[in-house]
């Protein structure tokens, strides 16, 4: 069955720094992947997502991530961390056929002013 | 489009009770999702629905677990029995798929029910 793993539960980020959140996957197939953030009391939002094509994906709020098949990851940044940012990101996997989301653990953002 | 909602978002219950959740999805969308989160954990797939036909249920969906879809509109989760391993957060998702397309639609969650059980 397909899994993510996303390491380091609460990353903290300076206003203004690079934030870069890790997500490596694990799958028999080629997979889907997927970041979704989640502000308090609110649902998933998604990000972004992979499927097929362009391994560099834009996605909202500045945030892009890049599928490296080699190294089965799909890492998580944006060049310059805003106070909005705070919130808990999810890493997630499918695969054709099989229509479950598979979600990491999530890392809790916290940004320093 | 006013996107997906659930109802209600709080439940507070006592060991024992039974407990139904509502979802209503996106109108146009055929596919809803169940999800349950527990504290520091992502979200774990419960079960799905293409239409008002349920396809998939995962292991954690134990017998005291049902869920419906009626007329493949909004869905319910009835949780009989319940228990305080029941305590989460139930995400309802929903997205337009079309068969043979391939590649997954974007899922939309709701704001999800958090369910404590005393």
């Known amino acids: 069955a397909q899994s993510v793993t996303q390491l380091g539960s609460h990353v903290s980020v300076s206003e203004g720094a690079l934030v870069l959140l890790r997500c490596n996957y694990s799958s028999s197939v080629p997979p889907y992947l997927f970041w979704y953030v989640q502000y308090p009391n609110q649902g998933l939002q998604l990000l972004l997502k992979y499927t097929t094509g362009a391994t560099l994906v834009k996605g909202i709020n500045g945030f892009e991530a890049e599928f490296k098949k080699s190294e089965t990851s799909f890492h998580l940044t944006k060049p310059s961390a805003h106070m909005s940012d705070a919130a808990e990101y999810f890493c997630a996997v499918s695969d054709y056929g099989n229509n479950r989301l598979a979600f990491g653990k999530g890392n809790q953002v916290v940004v320093i002013p | 489009d006013t996107g997906v909602s659930q109802d209600p978002r709080h439940k507070i219950t006592k060991r024992g009770q039974n407990v139904t959740f509502r979802c209503d999805p996106i109108s146009e969308h055929n596919r809803l999702y169940w999800y349950r989160q527990t504290l520091g954990q992502g979200p774990e797939f419960l079960t799905y629905f293409q239409n008002e036909a349920q396809l998939e249920k995962s292991r954690l969906l134990s017998d005291r677990f049902s869920a419906e879809r009626p007329k493949g509109s909004f869905s319910t989760l009835e949780i009989q029995r319940t228990e305080q391993g029941d305590s989460a957060m139930y995400l309802c998702?929903?997205?337009?798929?079309?068969?043979?397309?391939?590649?997954?639609?974007?899922?939309?969650f709701g704001p999800g029910t958090r369910l404590t059980v005393l």
């Open positions: 998702a929903s997205s337009l798929e079309y068969v043979g397309a391939g590649a997954p639609d974007t899922q939309y």
